[in-house]
């Protein structure tokens, strides 16, 4: 996919302010959510906001959620008609504190995406198998390879849902402080202390099999991440 | 406040599974909000859910967002009736990947909090200054003691919304791998990968006066997140 392939805006997807900060970029769009594995799942339930912590995947243009068939947002979505269950799905990842000489101007540095859209059950037991095996690799690369799959009851109890990427957008703040002029004559120490997510050694098992080894796929990952 | 002191269970914090890692405790939520400082606000525009992350202090039983005057969220609450925007407010940190040896199983640890409540703008200068020191020594303990406060026009130009800890509930999930009995004899690795949000050096800013140290809040910081 080219760089140039990027979301169109909508109404939803154009910020109020800082519009410099927003970006409709598939490829940004698709490394911010590849990056992470956890997203806060918006739905309405009696009129009010319900924000869910819970684990995705990606295939293409298609983000996977999944959960318990009697979790509540996963019967709303199958009950719901079509077009299905509007949700909105946020990931968002911490760069940095951004601590500047006044409060007003302290900040983050991050990258979000908020993705606007309508979760629709997923039918079928291959596509299911898809869904699921997308998720379970989303939280760590070809995690699949060194799992049983799932079997036919399993696959009963999960709920799976599918959104589709099509009223996107990625925000990033990154860099330094932005003071006022007359602020950086102040005697306060200002700048940046980088966050990042830090990945510990593998704690294995108890019940593991004697001489069982981590396996490439975490090492790979880990070595990505360290 | 006692350990024993919780929040009253509702029909909205209570979860239709996994009910075992659910908790009321005050203290416990306290300890999980104040870990963080970047929630996942929710609210409903249009009938559709938004969910965008946003800094976040707390003062006691309140919460404390806040945004420019011209954004959404800001403008929806100030303009609503009493008694205020109906909000979910989600913070969450994620403590481990668990690979279990299905893929079924496979999970993560993690402590959340979820708040249902209305949002309501804060009045007067007073308070709005309370709020926004909040907001600021949130992100960093004592950070409004090496900075200069809000002056009037920022403070004009800052809106701030308050939330009181009422329907609030956390979940958590910690430990190791449950896999079925059956699968304990597959010949795959199984365990938890530790996680964690690291902080590295303090990056100064480009503009700093010669010879300003990174002063003692950022270092104690610094300390206790290692």
Redesign the interface.
């Given at each position: 996919m080219s760089s140039s392939a990027g979301y169109t805006p909508t109404d939803?997807t154009v910020p109020?302010?800082a519009r410099e900060r927003a970006s409709y970029d598939k490829e940004l769009v698709h490394a911010i959510l590849d990056e992470g594995?956890?997203c806060?799942?918006?739905?309405?339930?009696d009129?009010?906001?319900?924000?869910?912590?819970t684990?995705y995947g990606r295939v293409g243009e298609t983000l996977y959620v999944h959960g318990?068939t009697?979790?509540?947002p996963l019967r709303a979505a199958g009950q719901a008609e079509d077009p299905g269950l509007?949700?909105?799905?946020?990931v968002?990842h911490?760069d940095g504190?951004v601590?500047?000489?006044?409060?007003?101007h302290?900040s983050?540095n991050?990258r979000?995406v908020?993705v606007?859209g309508t979760a629709r059950p997923v039918i079928g037991d291959d596509a299911r198998r898809e869904a699921?095996?997308a998720?379970?690799n989303h939280?760590?690369p070809d995690?699949?390879e060194?799992?049983?799959?799932?079997?036919a009851k399993?696959l009963a109890a999960?709920a799976v849902l599918a959104i589709d990427l099509n009223e996107v957008s990625a925000k990033v703040r990154s860099g330094?402080?932005n003071?006022e002029p007359e602020?950086?004559?102040?005697?306060?120490?200002?700048?940046?202390?980088?966050?990042?997510?830090?990945?510990?050694?593998?704690?294995?098992?108890?019940?593991?099999?004697p001489g069982?080894?981590?396996?490439a796929h975490?090492t790979d990952f880990?070595a990505t991440r360290s």
């Open positions: 939803r109020t302010r594995y956890l806060h799942l918006g739905f309405v339930r009129g009010a906001p319900v924000v869910l912590p684990l318990s009697g979790s509540r509007p949700v909105c799905l946020t968002t911490v504190l601590l500047a000489r006044s409060g007003f302290h983050i991050y979000s908020v606007h699921v095996d998720l379970v939280v760590l995690r699949t060194g799992a049983r799959g799932a079997n399993e999960t330094g402080v003071d602020d950086y004559e102040l005697p306060y120490w200002a700048g940046v202390i980088p966050v990042r997510t830090a990945y510990g050694t593998p704690q294995p098992d108890d019940r593991l099999a069982t080894e981590v396996p975490i880990l």
